[in-house]
């Protein structure tokens, strides 16, 4: 079975940076896409990045382009979102997730595996 785990998350002051990870095991990241999602306190959960699976797509929520790069290192089966500059407005929790197709997608519900989340918390 695919288990995918977050970690990275914390507490860091606007406009620091976070690099959040995503492990996975059962199956490959490398030729799937991969997301990440989040959701803030009393939101609903947003997209905020994608990879497809050859690489050679990125999509990103205008709210954290030029800000968040999403990658994926397939020797360790990771997916990462490096975040910089962050701002008060970009807390909640992160979720990683992957689906059985390459193309990459902002629809929530086209992803087949999903990881617990992480917190992330930027104070002001």
């Known amino acids: 079975q695919v288990q995918l785990v977050e970690s990275g998350g914390g507490l860091v002051q606007a406009g620091g940076s976070l690099r959040l990870s995503c492990a996975a095991s059962?199956?490959?990241?490398?030729?799937?896409?991969v997301a990440w999602f989040r959701q803030a306190p009393e939101n609903d959960r947003e997209f905020a990045a994608a990879?497809?699976?050859?690489?050679?797509?990125?999509d990103y929520a205008d709210s954290v382009k030029g800000r968040f790069t999403i990658s994926r290192d397939s020797t360790k089966n990771t997916v990462y979102l490096q975040m910089n500059s962050l701002k008060p407005e970009d807390t909640g929790i992160y979720y990683c997730a992957t689906r059985s197709k390459s193309l990459a997608t902002r629809s929530i519900a086209l992803y087949d595996y999903w990881g617990q989340g992480t917190q992330v918390t930027v104070s002001s």
């Open positions: 990879l497809s699976g050859s690489g050679g797509f990125i």
């Open positions: 059962g199956r490959t990241v490398g030729g799937y896409a």
